[in-house]
């Protein structure tokens, strides 16, 4: 391993090293990740893809703290986070992680703007500060009418917006992402695009898993699992610059 | 092209050169637009089969022109060509031929062509994102076509998928 890439010593957003995690439950022992080694510089997109089974889930919420790993290291914002208990994670992720799961996880009893505004606050945020940035995120999501609402008032895509909200609440070192557009239909899939688009070009650093092809075509940068290893890891090309646009850039692309 | 310049024949009788602009102007720059000589020899071998007539016209100080008609059984094709359905899903896929048969003359290895061309793939995804965002909203023709490229990528992507588990 090179000096750059020894953890702790240049500022990764997120690393892993040799990462493990065998699942036993019963019978056979499952190894679902078999070593990664990722680093995941600040400012970075990048999709994860792979077919399902091949330990894309298990390795980002490993790399949240969600769930533990068998061997190897994990580095968050140059720190060894691995070696954490219970509630070293959870002080860890209200400061400096934001995740979106597949299933929103949204505190039934609290409102809409209350569930986006809550990691901010408890991140350290003042309370001026978490309104605008609920304000400004349930604004770029089309769910400003939503606010007051409970989640269960909403619709399926409406509760997976919220989340994606609530992960980017407090601006956090890294967005960690397990297919957040699973549930969307396109219009809504749009919104949230946009604003991954968005918050990526202001500096947001994502680590997402993803399916949706349209989602990884925003990713500077796409890994792919196969069997629990790192098959492929490499940089999107950018797009070409174009002077004028239409629809015939899109058949010329065909070829 | 054939039932296309068929299909302009139908509309009106027409030269060859017309019939390149009469494509030109109907689908725009998204048309990848046919050279004047694939369009001759369309013609001639759609006159071959009777499906259109060809009538040389006099031209004062320039050479003859030949305009062409359609005819009955030229009707008939299109009526046939309107009555069934297009193509349906490619089972001759380029990328799919190299990646069953490549591995076989050891000139490439499967893990490599699926990740170059997942990387293709996603780069055109990235493209196709751009254009869509700098394409007029009202332009519903363009968003359509965008939006089934990205459809297909989709596909194309999850095909690739199974490929890896599979093959590789």
Redesign the interface.
């Known amino acids: 391993m090179s000096l750059a890439n020894e953890p702790g010593t240049t500022s990764a957003a997120v690393q892993a090293v040799n990462l493990v995690k065998v699942y036993q439950t019963g019978g056979l022992p499952v190894h679902a990740v078999r070593g990664v080694d990722l680093r995941v510089d600040r400012g970075e997109f990048v ?1 994860i ?3 399902s089974g091949s330990g894309k889930s298990t390795l980002v919420h490993m790399l949240g703290g969600l769930d533990s790993r068998t061997s190897g290291e994990i580095w968050v914002d140059g720190k060894r986070a691995d070696t954490l208990n219970e509630s070293g994670w959870a002080i860890l992720r209200r400061q400096k992680i934001g995740f979106v799961f597949q299933f929103f996880n949204l505190v039934a009893n609290m409102t809409v703007a209350d569930n986006v505004e809550l990691p901010a606050l408890l991140g350290g945020s003042s309370p001026r500060h978490a309104r605008e940035r609920r304000e400004y995120l349930l604004g770029e999501l089309g769910l400003v009418d939503k606010a007051d609402a409970s989640p269960a008032q909403l619709s399926g895509g409406e509760q997976q917006r919220v989340a994606l909200a609530r992960a980017l609440a407090n601006q956090p070192q890294v967005l960690l992402a397990d297919e957040p557009t699973g549930n969307l239909d ?1 219009r809504n899939t749009k919104d949230v ?1 946009r604003l991954l ?1 968005q918050v990526h070009r202001q500096g947001q650093t994502i680590v997402m898993v993803t ?4 989602v ?4 500077d940068r ?1 890994v ?1 699992l ?1 069997d629990g290893m790192i ?2 890891d ?1 940089a ?5 610059r ?1 002077t004028k ?10 070829g | 092209m054939r039932l296309s310049l068929l299909a302009l024949l139908a509309k009106e009788p027409a030269h060859g050169y017309e019939l390149k602009q009469a494509l030109e102007q109907i689908f ?5 637009s046919p050279n004047i000589g694939q369009i001759y020899v369309t013609l001639g071998r759609l006159e071959k089969d009777g499906l259109v007539r060809g009538v040389d016209v006099e031209q004062s100080n320039r050479p003859n022109k030949k305009v062409y008609y359609c005819t009955a059984a030229g009707r008939e094709a299109l009526d046939e060509w309107a009555e069934s359905p297009s193509e349906g899903p490619r089972v001759r896929d380029e990328f799919f031929m190299k990646l069953v048969l490549a591995p076989m003359t050891g000139i490439a290895d499967r ?1 490599a062509l699926i ?1 170059r061309q ?2 293709h ?11 869509a965002e ?2 007029d909203q009202d ?1 519903r ?2 968003h359509l ?3 089934g ?2 459809l ?3 596909a194309d ?2 095909w690739l ?2 490929c ?2 599979e093959l ?1």
Request: glycine share 10%; no cysteine.
């Open positions: 999709a893809m792979g077919p396109s695009l688009g399916h949706d092809a349209r990884a075509g925003l990713a796409v792919t196969l098959v492929d490499g999107i090309a950018p797009p070409r174009r646009p239409g629809a015939g850039d899109v058949v010329e692309l065909r | 725009g720059s998204a048309y990848p893990m990740n997942r990387r793939y996603l780069a055109i995804m990235r493209d196709l994102v751009e254009v700098q394409t332009n023709a363009a076509l965008i939006e490229a990205m297909h990528l989709q992507l999850d998928e199974r890896q588990e590789a």
